[in-house]
């Protein structure tokens, strides 16, 4: 084997061994690397037809160990995990074919030119019926992030941990309302364990506009009797009830933030609830500093006491 091959062929493990899985959107869809394909693709197309030294032997058999059909069968794995990781079934089939006619004691290179000149083919019409969905270059960050709202975020309060993902794949696939969705769901979590935090019953069902606004009102009362309530409540430590204070008051101020989000109905149906980009990095914003203040003090299973002691 050629210097030349030898350094192509390990830029082929060293590129599948680093490649992304790309975001899967509602858990159907893999990024695909474009160019890592394309570059397999055009090995496996320049090396279908053998080196001039060996076509003097078409009508002798070719034993496995042949330096080429070991470079042939390794670009063929390669080829064979992308379309796994990308479920393209055909295309897996087509792989396995191959490797099992090259994969024999003893190969004719008539063989050997024949099925990789049909894998070639196979893959390209596959391929051309099939369509992909392009991330932005803006939409990059989104990928695969699991931690959008932050890790601390992501630790304490796994029972967002779906609609965070989802929000971020569809950031990356620019459906931003759809985000929207996901991040009002995430920050409904938080809500419920607020509540939860400061004993305000909720009803067994999810949290719509009325809820929110309930819980708001009810929140501002409870800022409201922090405030006036004597330091003795805190054994007499001042700084610890104005911490306190501070830290709900601030709470009530991002969730006044959400009162549009909501009164806008996302779940259900009208063109008035369609929202663009940046209207959506407006909400994600304030998604994550009501989670992010959240995570700071209380968790989904976790509470404070009443009177904070420190």
């Known amino acids: 084997m050629t210097e030349d091959r030898r350094s192509a ?9 680093n490649a992304r899985r790309l975001a899967s959107l509602w858990e159907m869809m893999n990024q695909l690397d474009v160019s890592l394909l394309a570059y397999l ?5 320049s090396n279908e037809t053998f080196p001039h030294v060996e076509r003097t032997h078409r009508k002798k058999t070719v034993l496995r160990e042949n330096g080429h059909l070991k470079n042939m069968l390794t670009i063929i794995d390669q ?3 992308i379309f796994r990781r990308q479920r393209v079934v055909d295309c897996v089939e087509y792989c396995l074919t191959a490797k099992d006619l090259l994969s024999k004691p003893f190969v004719d290179l008539p063989g050997m030119s024949s099925s990789l000149t049909t894998l070639k083919t196979s893959i390209l019409r596959s391929l051309q019926k099939k369509q992909f969905l392009q991330v932005g270059q803006d939409g990059f960050e989104f990928v695969e992030e699991d931690a959008l709202l932050g890790y601390e975020v992501k630790t304490r309060f796994p029972a967002a941990a779906r609609d965070v993902k989802a929000a971020a794949d569809c950031f990356a696939a620019e459906c931003f309302t759809a985000a929207v969705f996901h991040l009002l769901r995430a920050a409904e979590v938080g809500l419920r364990s607020l509540a ?12 719509g506009e009325k ?4 819980i708001l009102k009810k929140l501002e009362i409870v800022v409201f009797d922090l405030r006036v309530a ?13 911490l306190q204070v501070a830290f ?7 969730l006044r933030s959400f009162d549009d989000a909501w009164k806008t109905h996302v779940s259900h149906g009208g063109s008035a609830v369609f929202y663009n980009r940046d209207q959506a990095a407006h909400i994600l914003k304030h998604v994550r ?12 299973t976790s509470v404070t006491e009443e009177f904070w002691n420190k």
């Open 248 to 254: 709900y008051g601030e709470l009530v101020q991002v």
């Open 211 to 214: 809820d929110w606004t309930q």
């Open 79 to 81: 080829l064979e995990n």
């Open 196 to 207: 939860r935090d400061r004993r305000i019953t909720l009803a067994d069902k999810q949290s």
């Open 41 to 45: 693709t055009s090995l496996l197309a």
């Open 9 to 17: 062929i390990e830029v082929v493990k060293i590129a599948c061994n």
């Open 289 to 300: 500093v009501l989670m992010q203040k959240l995570a700071a003090r209380i968790s989904e």
């Open 230 to 242: 004597p330091a003795s409540k805190w054994g007499g430590a001042e700084d610890i009830k104005e």
